[in-house]
């Protein structure tokens, strides 16, 4: 079989979806997929309408049947699907009855594996009930945590003798290494349907597979290792969306330059208004990379000034956010270090020693614990929980791509409303 490199539209619009996917078809396409959520927000006219609009090309319909099998692939077959996705998942009279009404049509049915533990062992057993593709399928919530198609396809491709599609953060980069571990039928959405340029992403994908040589991709899924380089691209509005507007430091002031950024790990201070012994203790605790976070219960006396700022450029800390006030903004400024405050005052208290480093705080009514990270811009501070920070680094990224489409559409001479179909999607009631 030659490779085929398969654009999933995974939107909720039909006209947006259409628009894509003739530009994904100009950068060499060859299937065309209606994702889930777009059969789910248009139901199976949207089959008809990509059938009609792309008669050359085959049709696929992510339906993920899990029951009534025979009778979801007669909705999607009908509606012109030349492929239809059924989730391995299901028992496998479901599977039966969805190949049984697949060949009544002459539709293909491809298995997905997607929730699926012993994923060799499930696909030869859809093999040999007759389905006609497998799909190894990470979805987009396992994405988030950084697995990815390439480390898991080569154990199903060895385990069947039909063509296997591979799927789940795929891109020009990765797209030959899952050909490399087995897959025929490359699945690529986010990286394609959310260019600024669709055509251009395909087309780079479709070389990759062709074994040109192509530029990487500028958005990937990241891990551990480096998640301060993700959370450097995005903006702290990116990164509110990803945490559905959780994390968000209220009443904190950025005093910053514009274009300057700031993005480390949380070393906590606790201490009383006015006293800046600890603030200036946790200079000497805090390394390249740290953000030292401040908790004065919002008061009103200065515990950080410029002299303060001067030391941690010198240790390459990263910036200081205080729920309470600092001094010295204009010499702060010049030296373009991070500070985030809710108050500035000209006057300071005096070093007292109430308080602690490392300990669990408060700061602009979020906690926070050494470890957490911080980012913050001209919009605001969020702070991001350790144990969460591969996935929400790689949430706010698919924000941030999904911007910058909308961004290009609009370029193009749409509307913002327009673009989102809002009227439409207005509340009922």
């Known amino acids: 079989m030659k490779p085929v490199l398969q654009v999933a539209l995974d939107l909720m619009n039909g006209e947006r979806a259409i628009k894509i996917a003739r530009e994904a078809a100009k950068g060499g396409a ?4 209606a994702g889930t959520p777009l059969i789910k927000s248009e139901g199976s006219d949207i089959i008809r309408r990509l059938k009609k609009e792309f008669p050359g090309r085959v049709i696929v319909a992510d339906m993920k049947t899990m029951d009534v099998g025979g009778f979801e692939t007669d909705i999607a077959a009908r509606a012109g699907a030349d492929v239809v996705s059924v989730m391995a ?8 009855e969805a190949i049984e009404v697949g060949r009544k049509y002459g539709t293909k049915i491809m298995a997905d594996l997607i929730g699926v533990e012993n994923r060799a062992e ?46 789940g953060g795929i891109n020009s980069e990765t797209a030959p290494k899952v050909m490399e571990a087995g897959a025929a039928i490359v699945i690529v959405g986010g990286a ?5 340029d669709v055509e251009a992403a395909a087309r780079r994908v479709k070389e990759a597979m062709d074994g040109a040589e192509v530029p990487t991709e500028l958005f990937r899924k990241y891990g551990k290792e480096n998640i301060r380089e993700a959370f450097m691209k995005v903006s702290t509005p990116n990164i509110s969306d990803a945490m559905h507007r959780k994390g968000i430091m209220h009443g904190i002031v950025p005093r910053i330059n514009h274009g300057i950024k700031m993005v480390g790990r949380s070393l906590t201070v606790l201490t009383a208004n006015g006293d800046w012994a600890k603030p200036v203790e946790a ?25 303060a700022s001067n030391s941690c450029k010198t240790r390459g800390v ?43 705080i408060s700061c602009g009514g979020v906690p926070v614990r050494s470890g957490d990270w911080i980012i913050g811009d001209e919009s605001g501070v969020v702070v991001v929980p350790q144990e969460m920070a591969v996935e929400i680094a790689n949430r706010a990224l698919d924000v941030m791509e999904r911007e910058n489409r909308l961004r290009e559409e609009i370029k193009r001479g749409s509307t913002l409303s327009s673009v989102l179909s809002l009227e439409r999607w207005e509340k009922v009631g």
């Not at 060859?30 to 997929?33: H, L, V």
């Not at 998942?89 to 039966?96: A, G, I, K, R, W």
Request: glycine share 12%; aromatic share 4%.
């Open 30 to 33: 060859d299937w065309i997929e």
């Open 89 to 96: 998942l299901s028992d496998d009279e479901t599977v039966m």
């Open 122 to 167: 499930r696909a030869k057993q859809m093999e040999d009930l007759g389905v006609d593709y497998i799909c190894l399928h990470v979805g987009i919530d396992q994405q988030m945590h950084g697995l990815t198609p390439e480390k898991l396809i080569k154990e199903v491709a060895d385990a069947v003798s039909i063509p296997v599609a591979a799927a």
């Open 192 to 196: 394609i349907i959310k260019a600024e």
């Open 283 to 307: 200079i000497d605790k805090a390394g390249p990379g740290d953000v030292i976070v401040i908790d004065v219960g919002g008061g009103d006396i200065a515990v950080w000034g410029e002299l």
């Open 318 to 360: 990263e910036g200081v956010v205080i729920d309470g006030a600092a001094r010295d903004i204009d010499s702060i400024l010049d030296l373009d270090f991070p500070l985030f405050s809710r108050h500035a005052v000209p006057n300071a208290g005096e070093p007292k020693g109430f308080g602690g480093i490392g300990v669990e």
